[in-house]
């Protein structure tokens, strides 16, 4: 807009010292005349050429012309920088979208009066503009101007048309910049028209809004699909019935759980259960792999205007970055959604081997990574159009489909070949003397074991995958499934500014799984502080509950540490089962105490007394909080050398018992648990043994 009366103050002080100039000039002249000798014939005083009088006239008028023609220059330069600064001003604001457009669902309807509005006022304007002295028409103008140039466009209009018909203003606008009588009012006839082009065009975008499936913001963000996020969404539930939780996932299922893709599934009857995703658990009742059904849930688009809050779950994507600071996330379609707590459950994704990652695509395209409902269902298939399969990876996860493949070998033709590198199956968690019976387990499953299998390369040659171990050894095999380990998922540590663990991997989390102010982290993900085992990082079901319903709580603000001691278990069919907690390592040293099995000393027993396979489901609702051990009557111990059937073993740290599997031992978790809390030494494990009650037949 034009400062004019700021241009008025800079020049009224010239005006008035060219004034102070002339008055000066007028007595000095006088003086002059008083004191020069009237020697001079009159005439010569003011017609003279060599009179002194009429040089010093001259010299006065030249120097007044002089200081109005600066003046003049001054004047015109600062108007004219003030037009340049307003029409700079005017399309910044033009380019601008325009507030008028977003509260005016009708703008076009404004055109006709913005063009008409100069034929009425353009002979009063035209006057003043062409008889106003220069210094005032454009000062006392442009305050009247500035205002209504934004707020209302045709009480512009009659400025402009000063200089130029109305008609040349609607056929050619520009024509108005080379008129210099008033140029500060060029700036409006070129403003007008840019800004009609937005008005115009925002009513078609407003006219077909598309239908926004992700809400912009929701008090509670849950990153990931899986058990942590769905505990978590059931806590927070729980404590603020209203809440409005919104879940986000890379994959295109429901929260589900892991461990039935690895156990029950695979020994379904069902031929359409990769289908359906029910299984009959070992006790023979029936249950879907989702935690809960699609009704359950409400879309993300209702979310918002839920009036009692609910859980909605946008499956298909993947957030790719976190803006801390903005307490806001970005999707991978570059949707952004604003959150009032987030909690990161990332879980993992499952490792390679680098042999394999560099053997090419065609091997690549033969190797499964075992972790996802579709993963499952592509071996599933896979499975039943090969003749060879091999399993590399002797840790659970392999153990587990080494024994559900071998179980179906009996049923086809199928080859099933397990290797790794330890000694015996789950050798890195099991003593060697049970890694060998488990090992014996395996292989009576028709598994064909291959251990201390280091590998040394991977090639396709004549359609068939040609594993080259480092001792020599050549494994055949049409297909191969990796099971060599989880790698946490942090790749929002960089963009949220989170803290990975050098040691575990993992967000370094604190006692409250509070990685930084509103985000927490649960499940796979996160590395926490145990106040009894120092930190870790737990990959299993039950810690994924634990965690993600106490972080739950916590982001409704229950600020409660995280203490408990997690369990894990693990199935080798129908027959064999065990249950752990704590750290488990064969490297420690151990002390077993075994009995004799009997019929309810199986894992479909413990099913059936517990009334769901997910054990831990059942056992972490009512212990977590309070577990207390009940002491059991002192039998006799017998322990059986040769006979595993059922047993304790404790893993030791410095005498202190740190870890503790028990063998086909069901629903004895809670005693387990406060041994470890209480971290004391036991100078006779047998009689800790008693607690467990093994002997009881």
Same mark, same amino acid.
């Given at each position: 807009?034009?400062?004019?009366?700021?241009?008025?103050?800079?020049?009224?002080?010239?005006?008035?010292?060219?004034?102070?100039?002339?008055?000066?000039?007028?007595?000095?002249?006088?003086?002059?005349?008083?004191?020069?000798?009237?020697?001079?014939?009159?005439?010569?005083?003011?017609?003279?050429?060599?009179?002194?009088?009429?040089?010093?006239?001259?010299?006065?008028?030249?120097?007044?012309?002089?200081?109005?023609?600066?003046?003049?220059?001054?004047?015109?330069?600062?108007v004219?920088?003030?037009?340049?600064?307003?029409?700079?001003?005017?399309?910044?604001?033009?380019s601008?979208?325009?507030?008028?457009?977003?509260?005016?669902?009708?703008?076009?309807?404004?055109?006709?009066?913005?063009?008409?509005?100069?034929?009425?006022?353009?002979?009063?304007?035209?006057?003043?503009?062409?008889?106003?002295?220069?210094?005032?028409?454009? !000062? %006392?103008? @442009? #305050?009247?101007? /500035?205002? *209504?140039?934004? $707020? &209302? +466009?045709? =009480?512009?209009?009659?400025?402009?048309?000063?200089?130029?018909?109305?008609?040349?203003?609607?056929?050619?606008p520009?024509?108005?910049?080379p !008129? %210099?009588? @008033? #140029?500060?009012? /060029?700036? *409006?006839?070129? $403003? &007008? +028209?840019? =800004?009609?082009?937005?008005v115009?065009?925002?009513?078609?975008?407003?006219?077909?809004?598309?239908?926004?499936?992700?809400?912009?913001?929701?008090?509670?963000?849950?990153i990931?699909g899986?058990?942590?996020?769905? $505990? &978590?969404?059931?806590?927070?539930?729980?404590?603020?019935?209203?809440?409005?939780?919104?879940?986000?996932?890379?994959?295109?299922?429901?929260?589900y759980?892991?461990?039935?893709?690895?156990?029950?599934?695979?020994?379904?009857?069902?031929?359409?259960?990769?289908?359906?995703?029910?299984?009959?658990?070992?006790?023979?009742?029936?249950?879907?792999?989702?935690?809960?059904?699609?009704?359950?849930?409400?879309?993300?688009?209702?979310?918002d205007?839920?009036?009692?809050?609910?859980?909605?779950?946008?499956?298909?994507?993947?957030?790719?970055?976190?803006?801390?600071?903005g307490?806001?996330?970005?999707?991978?379609?570059?949707?952004?959604?604003?959150?009032?707590?987030?909690?990161?459950?990332?879980?993992?994704?499952?490792?390679?081997?680098?042999?394999?990652?560099?053997?090419?695509?065609?091997?690549?395209?033969?190797?499964?990574l075992?972790?996802?409902?579709?993963?499952?269902?592509?071996?599933?298939?896979?499975?039943?159009?090969?003749q060879?399969v091999?399993?590399?990876?002797?840790?659970?996860?392999g153990?587990?489909?080494a024994?559900?493949?071998?179980?179906?070998?009996?049923?086809?033709?199928l080859?099933?070949?397990?290797?790794?590198?330890?000694?015996?199956?789950?050798?890195?968690?099991?003593?060697?003397?049970?890694?060998?019976?488990?090992?014996?387990?395996?292989?009576?499953?028709?598994?064909?074991?291959?251990?201390?299998?280091l590998?040394?390369?991977?090639?396709?040659?004549?359609?068939?995958?040609?594993?080259?171990?480092?001792?020599?050894?050549?494994?055949?095999?049409?297909?191969?499934?990796?099971a060599?380990?989880?790698?946490?998922?942090?790749?929002?540590?960089?963009?949220?500014?989170?803290?990975?663990?050098?040691?575990?991997?993992?967000?370094?989390?604190?006692?409250?799984?509070?990685?930084?102010?509103?985000?927490?982290?649960?499940?796979?993900?996160?590395?926490?502080?145990?106040?009894?085992?120092?930190?870790?990082?737990v990959?299993?079901?039950?810690?994924?509950?634990?965690?993600?319903?106490?972080?739950?709580?916590?982001?409704?603000?229950?600020?409660?540490?995280?203490?408990?001691?997690?369990?894990?278990?693990?199935?080798?069919?129908?027959?064999?089962?065990?249950?752990?907690?704590?750290?488990?390592?064969?490297?420690?040293?151990?002390?077993?105490?075994?009995?004799?099995?009997?019929?309810?000393?199986?894992?479909?027993?413990?099913?059936?007394?517990?009334?769901?396979?997910?054990?831990?489901?059942?056992?972490?609702?009512?212990?977590?909080?309070?577990?207390?051990?009940?002491?059991?009557?002192?039998?006799?111990?017998?322990?059986?050398?040769?006979?595993?059937?059922?047993?304790?073993?404790?893993?030791l740290?410095?005498?202190?018992?740190?870890?503790?599997?028990?063998?086909?031992?069901?629903?004895?978790?809670?005693?387990?648990?406060?041994?470890?809390?209480?971290?004391?030494?036991?100078?006779?494990?047998?009689?800790?043994?008693?607690?467990?009650?093994i002997?009881?037949d």
């Open positions: 807009m034009l400062k004019c009366r700021t241009a008025w103050k800079k020049l009224a002080p010239l005006a008035r010292a060219s004034s102070t100039v002339c008055r000066q000039n007028v007595r000095r002249t006088g003086l002059t005349n008083g004191r020069i000798p009237a020697l001079v014939p009159a005439a010569h005083m003011s017609t003279g050429p060599a009179g002194g009088g009429g040089g010093e006239n001259r010299l006065y008028f030249a120097l007044v012309g002089a200081a109005f023609v600066a003046t003049g220059i001054y004047a015109y330069r600062t004219k920088g003030d037009k340049q600064r307003y029409q700079e001003r005017i399309d910044e604001i033009s601008r979208p325009s507030k008028a457009t977003e509260s005016d669902p009708e703008p076009p309807a404004e055109e006709p009066v913005v063009e008409a509005a100069p034929e009425e006022a353009a002979p009063v304007e035209a006057a003043q503009v062409e008889a106003a002295p220069v210094e005032a028409a454009p !000062i %006392e103008a @442009a #305050p009247e101007e /500035a205002a *209504p140039i934004e $707020a &209302a +466009p045709e =009480e512009a209009a009659p400025i402009e048309a000063a200089p130029v018909e109305a008609a040349p203003v609607e056929a050619a520009e024509e108005a910049a !008129i %210099e009588a @008033a #140029p500060e009012e /060029a700036a *409006p006839i070129e $403003a &007008a +028209p840019v =800004e009609a082009a937005p115009e065009a925002a009513p078609e975008e407003a006219a077909q809004p598309p239908a926004a499936p992700v809400p912009s913001h929701t008090p509670y963000l849950l990931g899986g058990t942590a996020s769905f $505990a &978590a969404a059931r806590s927070i539930r729980a404590r603020d019935p209203n809440a409005k939780v919104l879940i986000v996932t890379d994959e295109p299922d429901l929260p759980m892991r461990p039935p893709l690895s156990k029950e599934l695979w020994f379904s009857d069902d031929p359409s259960v990769t289908d359906t995703l029910r299984f009959k658990q070992w006790n023979g009742k029936e249950r879907s792999i989702y935690f809960q059904p699609a009704s359950f849930y409400i879309s993300p688009e209702e979310l205007s839920a009036e009692n809050g609910g859980v909605a779950v946008l499956t298909g994507k993947k957030v790719v970055h976190m803006d801390v600071r307490n806001k996330v970005k999707l991978d379609d570059e949707t952004e959604i604003s959150y009032d707590k987030c909690l990161i459950a990332t879980g993992g994704v499952p490792r390679n081997l680098q042999v394999i990652e560099r053997a090419g695509d065609e091997v690549m395209k033969r190797t499964t075992f972790r996802k409902i579709e993963d499952f269902k592509a071996l599933d298939k896979v499975s039943r159009n090969i060879s091999t399993i590399i990876g002797g840790g659970f996860l153990s587990e489909l024994c559900a493949l071998g179980r179906r070998s009996n049923e086809s033709d080859e099933v070949i397990q290797m790794f590198p330890e000694k015996g199956n789950m050798g890195k968690v099991l003593p060697e003397y049970l890694s060998n019976w488990t090992t014996a387990k395996v292989k009576r499953e028709g598994v064909k074991v291959i251990a201390e299998a590998v040394k390369s991977v090639t396709c040659k004549d359609d068939k995958l040609e594993i080259q171990l480092k001792d020599g050894r050549l494994v055949k095999t049409d297909h191969i499934v990796a060599v380990g989880l790698e946490p998922n942090v790749d929002l540590a960089k963009s949220a500014g989170l803290e990975v663990d050098s040691d575990f991997g993992g967000y370094r989390v604190n006692a409250e799984l509070q990685a930084r102010s509103n985000i927490w982290v649960a499940g796979d993900a996160a590395c926490f502080y145990d106040i009894r085992l120092g930190r870790r990082r990959e299993h079901h039950d810690h994924a509950v634990v965690s993600g319903r106490l972080a739950g709580e916590n982001m409704t603000g229950a600020n409660k540490p995280y203490w408990h001691q997690s369990m894990f278990w693990s199935d080798l069919g129908p027959d064999v089962g065990y249950e752990a907690i704590g750290i488990v390592d064969s490297s420690l040293p151990t002390v077993g105490v075994f009995a004799k099995a009997t019929a309810k000393d199986t894992p479909k027993a413990a099913t059936e007394e517990s009334g769901t396979g997910i054990r831990s489901e059942s056992e972490t609702e009512d212990t977590a909080v309070s577990p207390v051990a009940s002491s059991l009557p002192a039998p006799v111990v017998q322990q059986n050398k040769d006979d595993y059937g059922k047993g304790v073993i404790f893993y740290r410095d005498k202190v018992v740190v870890g503790i599997i028990l063998w086909n031992v069901f629903n004895r978790m809670p005693i387990a648990r406060k041994i470890i809390k209480d971290g004391e030494e036991h100078a006779d494990l047998n009689e800790v043994a008693k607690l467990f009650n002997h009881e």
